[in-house]
């Protein structure tokens, strides 16, 4: 297996832009429940917002594990020579970062949920069974955690946007397209 080809595959371009749309999604529904609603105001309207939260958010985890299994198993394409030895690391520091964002943010909503007692909901197909019971001093642990996380993943994920704009759009060079395109043989 070498990483000298320019694409990634299919595979990891698809589950790169579900994982996108979703993690989007749901921290926008996140941040309106969390910064627009309050229990008091709007009642069981905020409680269905954050349920919404949750059952879009949720996949997020199953898809995980399969994208670090493709990862693990089909190396990233290389960054391109015009690259600095350091921009590079930054870069591989950056995705490192977000997939950390992937695992610690989800984890971390789950535990919020259970320690308050609320069910995690997948896609309103199933519930996630509960690791632990109704908690106050785990929720005000990662109550916490899990905005500060959203908001320092927020963002990562415009600084990931404006780099991969900035190599389309100022470098010219195929960092961008490797996600978008395919070359001859992937899957
Ligand atoms: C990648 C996935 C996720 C992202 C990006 C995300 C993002 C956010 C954001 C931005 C907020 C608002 C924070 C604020 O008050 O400013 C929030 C709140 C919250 N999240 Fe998540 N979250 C994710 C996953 C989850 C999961 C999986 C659960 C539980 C199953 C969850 C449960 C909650 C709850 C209960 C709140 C509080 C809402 C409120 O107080 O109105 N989150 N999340």
Known sequence: MNSSHSYYTRTAQVLHWLMAIIFI????????????LSYEADGSFKGDVITLHKNVATPIIFLLVIRLF???THPAPQLPDSMSPLMKTLAHLGHLGLYFMLIAIPITGCLFSWSVGKPVPVLYLFEIPALVDKNPELLAIVKPVHT????????????????????????????????????????
């Open 25 to 36: 999604a749901a921290w926008a529904i996140g941040f309106f429940s969390g910064n627009f």
């Open 70 to 72: 493709w990862r693990y």
């Open 148 to 187: 500060y996380l959203s908001w320092f993943a927020g963002v990562m994920v415009v600084g990931h946007v404006l780099a991969a704009l900035k190599h389309h759009f100022i470098d010219k060079d195929d960092v961008l397209r490797s996600m978008t395109q395919q070359g001859k043989s992937s899957n």
